[in-house]
Nanobody, 128 residues
Framework: EMRLVESGGGLVQAGGALRLSCAAS??????????IGWFRQAPGKERGGVSC????????DYADSVKGRFTISKDASENTVYLQMNNLKPEDTAVYYC???????????????????WGQGTQVTVSS
């Protein structure tokens, strides 16, 4: 069974940092043809894309609201994707999810919602 498990959320003050992890398991042919994305959903808002990584090409994509503050990366030996979040703001407060799709990051906000495998989410709270 293909699974994604997020971890690393928590409570942090504005200006602080957190690193989220997304551990992938059960992918029978590995992750080379997959994209892994991070999404977030704040109370009362729709879930939206934050960042995406093409596993084999290492190319990345970021939402404008997090560019320069968040960095997506991977550890291939651990089948894990990280989201390093720096200079956090109260508006970054949300449940963060990772997702994967057998595709690239093009239009990942659509493809992952339609076809993706999702983790259970991890709460990030940024206090002012």
């Amino acid at each position: 069974e293909m699974r994604l498990v997020e971890s690393g959320g928590g409570l942090v003050q504005a200006g602080g940092a957190l690193r989220l992890s997304c551990a992938a398991s059960g992918f029978p042919r590995g992750l080379d043809d997959y994209a892994i994305g991070w999404f977030r959903q704040a109370p009362g808002k729709e879930r939206g894309g934050v960042s995406c990584l093409n596993w084999s090409e290492r190319s990345t994509d970021y939402a404008d609201s997090v560019k320069g503050r968040f960095t997506i990366s991977k550890d291939a030996s651990e089948n894990t994707v990280y989201l390093q979040m720096n200079n956090l703001k109260p508006e970054d407060t949300a449940v963060y999810y990772c997702a994967s799709v057998y595709d690239d990051c093009d239009d990942y906000n659509y493809t992952m919602h339609e076809l993706g495998i999702w983790g259970q989410g991890t709460q990030v709270t940024v206090s002012s």
